[in-house]
């Protein structure tokens, strides 16, 4: 039950776009469409960005976006606001009905 | 508007017990599954355990295996996780988190912090 793999920071300017990778196996990312993404501000609880892949839950910016190929998904987030600083995870089913988080990624406004 | 309220959090030594509970409001409890996420300090999530909305299944990361339970009594709308065997390395903030269909946590509770210390 190995976490997925994400890059540990990333960075970006406001107002460009930015792309954090999640990387897993065929027993989670490569086979289900039930990846996720959080994000997460110090202090605070995760909150639900993407689910299934791409799925945008009611009240989050169309700015935040997700994909997957193969065993990577993948989160964008177009038009960086400083609000957008914060660590994000994702998450995958896996094929023995358990769960799993990447090691988390912490996005940089400059 | 769903709430998701969890105690049972505290100091406790190696080898020692807790229970935590998460109390659920503002949706049909009894039909979601939950989940127990965890947080060690300066650290990142990692999922605990799932039950699905009937108490039907279960299930555990390796590292909590054989050690915690998760429970849940539907007529209470509440949810729960005994630690048993309790090790430094369960030092956490224990979140609760709802799920749909889908597998994802679409709601979450604000953690309980466990300290397992001498």
């Known amino acids: 039950q190995s976490a997925l793999t994400q890059p540990a920071s990333v960075s970006g300017s406001p107002g460009q776009s930015i792309t954090i990778s999640c990387t897993g196996t065929?027993?989670?990312?490569?086979?289900?469409?039930?990846v996720s993404w959080y994000q997460q501000h110090p202090g605070k609880a995760p909150k639900l960005m993407i689910s299934e892949v791409n799925n945008r839950p009611s009240g989050v910016s169309n700015r935040f976006s997700g994909s997957k190929s193969g065993n990577t998904a993948s989160l964008t987030i177009s038009g960086l606001q400083a609000e957008d600083e914060a660590d994000y995870y994702c998450s995958s089913y896996t094929n023995s009905g358990t769960r799993v988080f990447g090691g988390g990624t912490k996005l940089t406004v400059l | 508007e769903v709430q998701l309220v969890e105690s049972g959090g505290g100091l406790v030594k190696p080898g020692g017990s807790l229970r935590l509970s998460c109390a659920a409001s503002?949706?049909?409890?009894?039909?979601?599954?939950m989940n127990w996420v965890r947080q060690a300090p300066g650290k990142g999530l990692e999922w605990v355990s799932a039950?699905?909305?009937?108490?039907?299944?279960?299930y555990y990361g390796d590292s909590v295996k054989g050690r915690f339970t998760i429970s849940r009594d539907n007529a209470k709308n509440s949810l729960y996780l005994q630690l048993n065997s309790l090790r430094a390395e369960d030092t956490a903030v224990y979140y609760c988190a709802r799920t749909p269909v889908g597998y994802y946590f679409d709601y979450w509770g604000q953690g309980t912090l466990v300290t397992v210390s001498s």
């Open positions: 065929s027993s989670d990312v490569g086979t289900y469409n039930y």
């Open positions: 503002g949706f049909t409890f009894s039909s979601y599954s």
């Open positions: 039950i699905s909305s009937s108490s039907g299944y279960m």
